[in-house]
């Protein structure tokens, strides 16, 4: 099932996300912060806490595309709906990785409950919840406004959005990392088969504490390495406004 809607490539850019964001919804006392290090305390200093998602985007290698196979076919597709923990797109618009990744991070644990009222994250939320996931994903894919956004957005990184033909052959995929309602690491993208548990969390322990690295973006780095492929990705953080 594919939308025959085409969104133009998002960069992985705090500015592009913040901006796309507060755009739809997203409180403006959240935004997006660049992480440099996943292990240098001076630089992770920089960023606010508690981070309350992470968003990386990282090049689809043999041994990762093998782990994903490897996982999914031991899981189910998935049936739930709004008593679930954490709010899943699957994706069905060409080119909607970052638009999904952008409203997984948005939509789940502390950023859920601090949308701002009436606007269209807030009306995306309560119409999706209690959908079942084709029924989600042809809500998001028939959203006018939520379509209009991710396009204004797109302008405004460091580069030339790439064209259709370019960006097909990236091969790069969006993740994000939440915390969900059950205090559980979830690791959300729009082309799995459900949405992922990662074990679970202290309540102290945000998106950037050890365990939420270990579980979630470092074991992604870790199949990566696996092979001699390219290990290049760009994560960046949703945490409290510096302003």
């Known amino acids: 099932m594919t939308s025959p809607r085409i969104f133009t490539v998002l960069e992985n850019n705090p500015a592009v996300m913040t901006d796309l964001g507060h755009r739809l919804g997203l409180s403006k006392d959240l935004e997006f912060y660049d992480i440099y290090s996943l292990d240098d305390p001076d630089l992770l200093s920089f960023i606010p806490r508690p981070v309350h998602a992470l968003l990386a985007i990282i090049p689809l290698t043999d041994a990762w595309a093998k782990a994903r196979k490897e996982e999914d076919d ?4 998935y049936e739930g709906s709004g008593a679930d923990p954490v709010l899943w797109f ?3 618009i060409i080119h909607g990785c970052g638009l999904i990744g952008l409203i997984h991070c948005a939509c789940n644990g502390v950023p859920a409950e601090r949308i701002t009222p009436g606007s269209e994250l807030d009306r995306l939320l309560q119409q999706a919840s209690p959908l079942k996931m084709d029924e989600r994903a042809k809500l998001l894919e028939d959203s006018d406004t939520i379509y209009q956004a991710s396009q204004a957005a797109a302008v405004n990184g460091d580069t030339v959005p790439p064209t259709l033909d370019a960006s097909t052959k990236m091969g790069q995929h969006f993740v994000a990392f939440v915390k969900g309602r059950d ?5 959300l993208e729009g082309s799995r088969k459900r949405p992922l548990d990662r074990g679970v969390l202290a309540q102290d322990e945000d998106l950037l504490s050890e365990k939420a690295l270990d579980l979630g973006l470092k074991r992604l780095i870790e199949v990566q390495s696996s092979s001699e492929a ?3 990705f760009s994560c960046i ?4 406004s510096s302003e």
């Not at 031991?74 to 597709?77: D, H, L, T």
């Not at 205090?183 to 690791?187: A, M, Q, T």
């Open 183 to 187: 205090g559980h690491l979830w690791e």
């Open 90 to 92: 699957r994706q069905t």
């Open 74 to 77: 031991q899981i189910e597709w």
């Open 237 to 240: 953080a949703l945490a409290p």
């Open 230 to 232: 390219d290990l290049r």
